[in-house]
């Protein structure tokens, strides 16, 4: 068809059987098969594929084709026919337009690519031509020469023969000289190579007298030679490079490789036991402090010693152990070297467990992680130098021991802090005391001491975990991920020192003196309300955050929460309760020697109250106030409203005054022991030295009974006339006014004082009570 390209087609031109393909239609027009051909079009009605009417077959016809469709298709058909190939027509021609605009610059560069090709293999025939001539030349040239040497051939290989043979004659005659030559310049190595070269021909022809001749004068210019060489070798002054020379040399001459061995190692000695004792210098005198820190040390250790000793072992290896061709003295070489290592590392080692002994501070040791990291390292890199010596599991034991050692002495320092504290609450508890001014507040000194304690562990745990970071290389052995969490810091560190805080506890409650030991009675009562508090929290929060700092991936047993948290209870209540004996034995003391000095049988009558009952109310007021800073106040039975005002059965029943009438007689007492035995027989036992509960009316309970049952004793050892007894109903009635409201059943306090006053009527010369409204006028007055 004739006309303008078509532009691109309209939108909803493509055929209905969907999206057209780009390149559909040019297979179609090329004649290649298209599956999806037919969805196009291109058959006649009725046309058989292939035929005359296919359009898009070879055999097309198009007046057979135009036929068909006249005759079999309608106008509107022929007019449908039409509008597709007119759409079709410009499909193709818009996709040949496409391909070519896509592929202009690839045909202009193989259009440049066949012109460029034309060119150079124009040149190539011409270079081919020329080759070919000056070939055909070479080759008549060559054909001349054969013909010509031809007969001479044999005659020149001869002659060639002979000269070679000549100039190796000419070397051995030359040789002594030439070795002479070679030993006054100290070119060792070019004598030795010249030796080399000719010692096998020389021992071959021996037999004749010019080569005996030659060979011995070579013998001994080596002999003198490897003198020399042995001589640089046992010389100290000579570098690894000299001394690695010497031994090859050595080793060519065919001296023994054993004693060779032995001399490398030896001169090699020298030089580490001397850097050795550099080292052992640097730890300063034994009682002294190093002169340098850990970290410099071991970089001296490792940048000077173990270099060197890495520098001899790859030197050995060299020389003796890798050399290829020389069979048996491998074995023996090596064993020499892993036992030399060995030897030398094992006083290295010594010197480095010194060091790290000095250590003792117990603030940060990242200097001492640091330093032990940079050992390891170093120890890693001689191992893989000498795989069969044991350096690296025993630096690693070394490592491992600076660990447990540090936790041990992290555990020391906590326990000494620990003890610091005590001392602190001590001076702070007595300070007052001695300046006439009022106590601390004990639980402010509670909450100092717990605060510092528990900051104390997060520091300790926090320098030991330097030993779990990510960029230490030993971090990654199996104790540090896993004996070392768990049995190390958990159960060495942590578990020990709350064991330690429970066995100093009980070691205060094992303390006995008089007036309850040297300890405090506050002091007792702080730590057993701080043994409380770890046993209800602090333990499980160390524990907890031990854990979690320390992942522990060992399965080795560890004491359990409850364990430790039973252990902190006891040692807890053994503090309370021996903190009830001290004090109840602090006011006994006061009540027996209130008893004890006085003459119950001839004092005078009582006109107000004693002054040690108001000082031992004073005191279990205090007692009340201080425990009360630590302790909750507990539950107290229901109390009657004329606690204050209860009267004593001993002096206000008609039958108790008939008992101290004057027609008193000896059957009496008999009777009225009996009926104070029926009396205890009704009566709840009372247990003077019971555990006390964790409040403060239990804790005041178990100081009134003690107190009680030791004025009740007391009593019972003394004789009282008419105004003793008395004066000790004054005294109880006085103590039953104060005492009830601490207990925390007023009945006890009120069974209690009826025995005081019971046992004192028992054993009294003149029995007659005071009358109850007299008691109450000197006690109000009092």
């Known amino acids: 068809m004739s006309g303008p390209l078509p532009g691109p087609p309209e939108p909803g031109s493509e055929p209905p059987g969907g999206k057209r393909r780009p390149h559909g239609m040019l297979k179609l027009y090329y004649g290649l098969p298209d599956p999806a051909g037919e969805a196009r079009g291109g058959l006649a009605p009725g046309g058989d594929p292939g035929g005359p009417t296919d359009i898009n077959g070879a055999h097309f016809d198009p007046e057979v084709f135009l036929t068909k469709l006249r005759k079999e298709c309608s106008l509107t058909q022929l007019m449908d026919c039409e509008t597709d190939m007119v759409k079709q027509i410009r499909a193709l021609d818009s996709d040949m337009q496409t391909l070519v605009y896509e592929n202009y610059n690839k045909f202009i560069s193989a259009t440049d690519t066949i012109r460029k090709m034309k060119n150079d293999f124009k040149k190539m025939e011409d270079e081919m031509d020329c080759l070919a001539a000056n070939m055909a030349v070479i080759t008549e040239f060559s054909a001349r020469i054969s013909s010509t040497l031809q007969d001479q051939h044999e005659q020149i290989t001869k002659l060639s023969g002979v000269h070679t043979l000549l100039r190796k004659l000419q070397f051995l005659f030359e040789l002594p000289a030439r070795l002479t030559k070679c030993v006054e310049l100290e070119a060792y190595g070019q004598a030795v190579r010249y030796y080399s070269k000719a010692r096998s021909i020389l021992h071959q022809y021996q037999h004749m007298p010019s080569f005996q001749g030659i060979q011995d004068d070579c013998q001994k210019i080596m002999a003198n030679l490897a003198q020399k060489l042995r001589e640089k070798f046992r010389d100290g002054g000579s570098g690894a490079k000299d001394l690695a020379e010497c031994v090859e040399l050595l080793l060519q001459l065919d001296e023994p490789a054993e004693e060779l061995c032995d001399e490398f190692l030896s001169h090699a000695r020298c030089r580490l036991e001397a850097e050795l004792e550099a080292l052992e210098a ?136 620990y003890q610091d504290c005590l001392t602190d609450v001590r001076q702070s508890l007595a300070a007052p005391r001695l300046a006439g001014k009022e106590s601390p507040n004990l639980a402010e000194l509670l909450g100092t001491i717990s605060a510092s304690v ?129 004090q109840g034995l602090i006011i006994s003391q006061m009540l027996r020697k209130s008893v004890e000095t006085r003459d119950w049988v001839n004092t005078i009558e009582p006109r107000n109250v004693r002054a040690v009952m108001k000082r031992v109310v004073e005191d279990t007021t205090s007692i009340d106030v201080q425990v009360g800073l630590l302790y909750e106040e507990g539950v107290r039975k229901a109390q009657s409203s004329d606690s204050s005002k209860r009267t004593f059965s001993v002096y206000s029943s008609s039958r108790q005054q008939s008992r101290y009438a004057p027609s008193y007689t000896p059957s009496a007492p008999l009777d009225t022991n009996l009926l104070s035995n029926i009396q205890k027989l009704f009566s709840e036992r009372i247990d003077i030295f019971s555990p006390v509960e964790f409040n403060k009316v239990s804790v005041l309970t178990g100081i009134i009974k003690i107190s009680l049952k030791t004025f009740l004793e007391c009593v019972r050892l003394r004789t009282f ?62």
């Open 282 to 417: 640097e730890l300063g005198q034994p009682s002294g402090a190093p002169i340098t820190d850990i970290l410099e040390f071991i970089d001296r250790g490792c940048n000077i010693f173990v270099s060197n000793m890495c520098l001899v072992i790859a030197s050995y290896q060299e020389l003796f152990v890798s050399r290829e061709g020389v069979q048996g003295i491998t074995r023996m070489a090596q064993d020499k070297l892993v036992a030399f290592v060995n030897s030398l590392m094992e006083t290295y080692f010594s010197l480095v467990e010194q060091r790290i002994q000095l250590e003792k501070g117990v603030g940060d040791n990242s200097l001492l992680v640091r330093a032990l990291d940079r050992f390891h390292r170093r120890l890693q890199a001689l191992a893989k130098l000498l795989p069969a010596s044991n350096v690296a599991a025993e630096g690693t034991e070394i490592v491992v021991r600076a660990a447990k050692e540090r936790i041990r002495q992290y555990l020391l320092a906590l326990q000494s802090f």
């Open 454 to 582: 528990l900051n104390q562990i997060k520091s300790v745990l926090t320098y030991v975990h330097l030993f779990m970071a990510k960029d230490i290389t030993f971090s990654n052995k199996p104790y540090f991920k896993g004996e070392f969490c768990s049995q190390g810091v958990r159960e060495g560190l942590i578990v020990g020192f709350i064991k330690s805080i429970c066995q100093t506890a009980r070691q205060f409650c094992e303390t006995t003196g008089d007036k309850g030991g040297s300890t405090p009675p506050a002091l007792l009562l702080l730590l057993s309300r701080l043994c409380l508090d770890y046993e209800t929290s602090t333990i499980s929060y160390i524990l907890t955050l031990t854990d979690e700092q320390f992942l522990v991936q060992d399965h080795s047993p560890i004491t359990p929460v409850t364990s430790l948290c039973a252990e902190a209870r006891e040692a807890a209540q053994r503090l309370l309760n021996h903190y009830v004996k001290v």
């Open 721 to 782: 006339g008419r105004y003793g007894l008395q004066q000790i109903q004054v005294d109880c009635y006085y103590l039953q006014l104060y005492l009830w409201r601490f207990v925390c059943d007023e009945n006890l306090v009120h069974f209690l004082l009826d025995e005081i006053v019971g046992s004192t009527a028992h054993r009294c010369l003149d029995p007659v009570p005071m009358e109850q409204s007299v008691i109450e006028v000197i006690c109000e007055r009092g």
